[in-house]
């Protein structure tokens, strides 16, 4: 299977870690939750972890790819208070003011 298509995950908080088994079929994520996650990749997407929090998409198909790397970012979410979350790895998180912040900047 020769590789056109890729997208590069991201895991950004404490403990958050991915393995991958099966030659790239299977992918397993400890993103917080009791349990890990678990995603069996479609036909032609194979998944490698190069880190344990950077995960790597790749296939012959940009759709097949594409929509399982969007399938694995809606388990977690980046967040936009702390931007913890799985978020692609060009992606930038605008990080919102917390109550605490918006205080000291009304005073």
Not at 2 to 15: P, S
Not at 61 to 73: E, L, N, P, T, Y
């Amino acid at each position: 299977m020769e590789a056109r298509f890729f997208r590069f995950l991201k895991l950004v908080g404490v403990g958050f870690k991915a393995r991958t088994e099966c030659q790239g079929r299977e992918l397993f994520l400890k993103v917080g939750f009791s349990h890990e996650v678990q995603f069996t990749a479609p036909p032609a997407v194979r998944v490698y972890c190069f880190k344990p929090n950077l995960i790597c998409c790749i296939g012959i198909d940009k759709q097949r790819v594409h929509s399982f790397a969007g399938a694995v970012r809606t388990s977690k979410p980046p967040e936009v208070y702390k931007g913890k979350g799985i978020l692609y790895i060009e992606e930038v998180i605008k990080i919102k003011p917390g109550k605490k912040d918006r205080q000291k900047r009304g005073k």
